[in-house]
């Protein structure tokens, strides 16, 4: 299985809304104890066991905008169908601290998904994150390249450590019980 979060490369977006997915992927790894991330030709990998399942976590290191071919060729390298990807990403349609587990579908305007979408179709997974909405369209761009404030981090880290906690249920297939393990812990 390919696990890909997205986000922008570097420090300055490291705790922007829009890197929630890479922070998504960051709870995983070190609730699970993958190797240690590793970069190499523009992707940021690391490696794991979710109990009989190979994890391969992604966080491509191209803008988010263009992650599409970075996931394709990975998925490619390690001949992994679109049908065995999840990927993490913000969802501002979502109220802060919620999540949803989709199986295809469009990208409902989110540019990484839409480069995904360019190079692999819709057939891959997601994990929408939810990070609340601006409150106006015109806000959007800078409201998910801005850093979580102080104040979100009460429902932030809940919501991370119930995605690190509940992983092994998406791993065996069960959004719902996913879904659930983070619920508990966010309430």
């Known amino acids: ?26 709870s995983i790894a070190s609730e699970y104890g993958f190797s240690q991330w590793r970069t190499k030709a523009g992707l940021c ?15 491509p290191q191209s803008f988010m905008n263009k992650s599409g071919l970075p996931v394709a060729e990975t ?20 109220g802060i601290g919620r999540i949803r587990v989709k199986q295809g579908g469009g990208h409902a305007g989110h540019n990484g998904l839409r480069s995904i979408h360019a190079h692999l179709g819709a057939d891959y997974g997601r994990v ?21 404030a102080k104040a979100d981090q009460n429902w932030l880290v809940p919501m991370l450590m119930g995605v690190g906690n509940g992983a092994e249920h998406l791993a065996a297939g069960d959004g719902a019980k996913f879904m659930n393990a983070v619920t508990l812990q966010t309430a």
């Open 128 to 148: 929408r994150l939810g990070i609340g909405h601006p409150g106006h369209k015109d806000a959007v761009a800078g409201f998910v390249l801005r850093d979580f």
């Open 1 to 26: 299985m390919l696990w890909v979060g997205l986000g922008n490369p570097g420090p300055d977006y490291r705790l922007n809304r829009h890197n929630v997915g890479f922070m998504a992927l960051e």
């Open 45 to 59: 990998i690391s490696e794991g066991r979710i109990g009989s399942q190979k994890i391969i976590a992604l966080k």
């Open 75 to 94: 998925a490619r390298y390690y001949k992994i169908a679109p049908a065995d990807i999840t990927v993490f990403h913000d969802e501002i349609d979502l």
